[in-house]
Structures are given as C-alpha cells and as structure tokens.
C-alpha cells in the first residue's frame, strides 16, 4: 500500500517561494503517475501539476506556468513542487495524490493522497 506523506508550505509572502515534497513509502513512486492538487477556499481541488507515469511528461495548469516546477526524484523515492513567484491567489490546501493510471490530474482518478499541507501568500 502506497502511502505519501507531504512537508513544505506555511506563510509567504508575494513572491516568495515554496517548496513542496512528497515522500512516499510502500512502493515506488517512480512507477505512479502524481498529480499536486490545490484547493483554495471555497473552491473545488483542482490539478495544477502533474507528472505520468509512462514517460515523465509534464503537466502545468495555465496558472502556475513558468512558476511551478514538478520533479521527481527516484532516488528519494520523492515528487516536489517548486513553487516561485507566488501570488496570494495560490494560497489553498496543497495535496499530492498518486496513481498507477497515466496521469493524475482529476481527484477521482487518485487512488493515494497525501495529508495535504497549507499554503498562505500575503499580499
């Protein structure tokens, strides 16, 4: 059973970065395609960032484009999000989610959540 377990986030400031990491344990993550998910208040999950498993393509909402980086790295059996120039639109509830499909990119596609870990930019 795959379990993933998430640290980074808390209070920024515009502009400042973030990096989010996603640790997994009981299998591979290499193998899984990761989706990052974000929830801002009031509003539905939604992908922002997303890695497959076939290829390691990567997937970038319009939003964070040319701000976030997804990497993977096998060795530590880990997924980060590098977050820079944030923006107080960012701020939500972050979760990493993983899954043997493809992509992850929709919440019901993710079989393993992370806890989720909060996020704040001020302006």
């Known amino acids: 059973q795959l379990q993933l377990v998430q640290s980074g986030g808390g209070l920024v400031q515009l502009g400042e970065s973030l990096r989010l990491s996603c640790a997994a344990s009981g299998g591979n993550l290499g193998n899984y395609a990761v989706g990052w998910f974000r929830q801002g208040p009031g509003k539905e999950r939604e992908a922002i960032a997303g890695?497959?498993?076939?290829?390691?393509?990567?997937y970038y909402e319009d939003s964070v484009k040319g701000r976030f980086t997804l990497s993977r790295d096998n060795a530590k059996n880990a997924v980060y999000l590098q977050m820079n120039d944030l923006k107080p639109e960012d701020t939500g509830s972050y979760y990493c989610a993983a899954d043997l499909s493809a992509w992850v990119l929709t919440p019901q596609v993710a079989r393993y959540w992370g806890q989720g870990t909060v996020v704040t930019v001020s302006p």
């Open positions: 890695i497959s498993s076939i290829d390691d393509k990567l």
